[in-house]
């Protein structure tokens, strides 16, 4: 099992060898997280997304799926993206938002990523309430099978480093 950690603090500026990105479908950058990590890590990031969409992903990449690309200019190798799920009271989509930290450490082993860095997937703009997110997102991991042996939570205010570090017993 990864040891898990959190952080208050920025992601762009995380020495790990793979973060996270909360992408939006396109993965052609955005706001919060995903427009952060595209600013900060160069077009190298952008390019290789570009391709991702011109080969594998032309509709966009699927909500609780992820992919990696380089990290361009941030001091991690590589960015993996994943595209959380919008929040709503109609319907429950945990399962989604389960599924992108799942599929980030799979896609982490798949490119020997011994330290992986989160954000608060979904917690945002899309809505899903921070003490739910950061509930799923722990438990996902403490569940997940992984050779990653650090997932460091990197959490951009106090209320959400204090939902997620809450989360552990």
């Not at 973060?19 to 595209?38: C, E, Q």
């Not at 890590?41 to 990449?61: E, F, M, Q, T, V």
């Not at 389960?98 to 989160?118: H, I, M, N, P, Q």
Request: glycine share 10%.
């Amino acid at each position: 099992m990864a040891t898990i950690t959190f952080v208050q603090g920025d992601i762009t500026r995380q020495h790990v060898d793979a973060v996270v990105n909360a992408a939006n479908s396109s993965l052609l950058g955005g706001g919060g997280v995903d427009g952060a990590i595209h600013r900060a890590g160069g077009p190298a990031i952008l390019n290789a997304c570009r391709d991702l969409r011109a080969s594998h992903y032309g509709k966009g990449l699927p909500t609780g799926k992820a992919v990696p690309t380089t990290a361009g200019n941030l001091p991690a190798r590589w960015v993996i993206h994943t595209v959380g799920p919008r929040f709503t009271h109609e319907e429950d989509r945990s399962d989604l938002l389960a599924s992108c930290y799942r599929e980030s450490l799979k896609a982490a082993d798949e490119l020997g990523a011994r330290t992986v860095a989160f954000p608060a997937i979904s917690t945002g703009v899309y809505g899903w309430p921070l003490d739910d997110g950061a509930r799923i997102a722990v438990e996902t991991v403490r569940a997940t099978e992984t050779s990653v042996e650090e997932v460091r939570f990197v959490l951009f205010d106090e209320r959400a480093y204090e939902a997620f570090a809450s989360q552990m017993p």
